[in-house]
T-cell receptor, first 111, second 116 residues
């Protein structure tokens, strides 16, 4: 079956530090890959996506590249802010429209 | 343009009662999805519906859970005879009509169900 594995949190960084959150996946076929962000007490918001190998998704300074050879979709940001503190979820879809999520990584950014 | 609406935001039920969770998709969206999030875990897919049709219910527990998306009105997730293990956040998402892999699911704020 399909699965997504994320690095465990919490990840604690100082403001302006570099962020990497690792995500690897197992899937049949060629899935689309997503990063969602969840702020406290809210639903999930789509942060970025990539639909085929070597695609790079980017939004609000965050980036992730679809690496088929390593089955990875790591999330990066060059300089985090306190407002980036949230839980980040990696997810995939193989075309069934049923998203498979990782367990989430909590990011805490300190001023 | 209002986003995905869910109500109630918080629901407390005693064991054995019924829980009804409502979801109104974004305007123009005809696809609805329900997910469950247990504490400190990721979201788990439950069911995918279009108007008057269940497309994929592979994530729904076999008993006590049902979902519908009628021609008029919101989508309803119904849990009969709730047990403590049903306590979770239930999220609804919607997406526009059409096919293709580059669709986006828009999530509502969730309903937090507590079973006492």
């Amino acid at each position: 079956g399909n699965s997504v594995t994320q690095m465990e949190g919490p990840v604690t960084l100082s403001e302006e530090a570099f962020l990497t959150i690792n995500c690897t996946y197992t899937a049949t076929g060629y899935p689309s890959l997503f990063w969602y962000v969840q702020y406290p007490g809210e639903g999930l918001q789509l942060l970025l996506k990539a639909t085929k190998a070597d695609d790079k998704g980017s939004n609000k300074g965050f980036e992730a590249t679809y690496r088929k050879e390593t089955t990875s979709f790591h999330l990066e940001k060059g300089s985090v802010q306190v407002s980036d503190s949230a839980v980040y979820f990696c997810a995939l879809d193989t075309g069934r429209r049923a998203l498979t999520f990782g367990s989430g990584t909590r990011l805490q950014v300190q001023p | 343009n209002a986003g995905v609406m869910q109500n109630p935001r918080h629901l407390v039920r005693r064991r054995g009662q019924e829980a009804r969770l409502r979801c109104s998709p974004m305007k123009g969206h005809s696809h609805v999805y329900w997910y469950r999030q247990l504490p400190e875990e990721g979201l788990k897919f439950m069911v995918y519906l279009q108007k008057e049709n269940i497309i994929d219910e592979s994530g729904m527990p076999k008993e006590r859970f049902s979902a519908e998306f009628p021609k008029e009105g919101p989508s309803i997730l119904r849990i009969q005879q709730v047990v403590r293990g049903d306590s979770a956040a239930y999220f609804c998402a919607s997406s526009p009509p059409g096919t293709g892999v580059s669709y986006e699911q828009y999530f509502g704020p969730g309903t937090r169900l507590t079973v006492t």
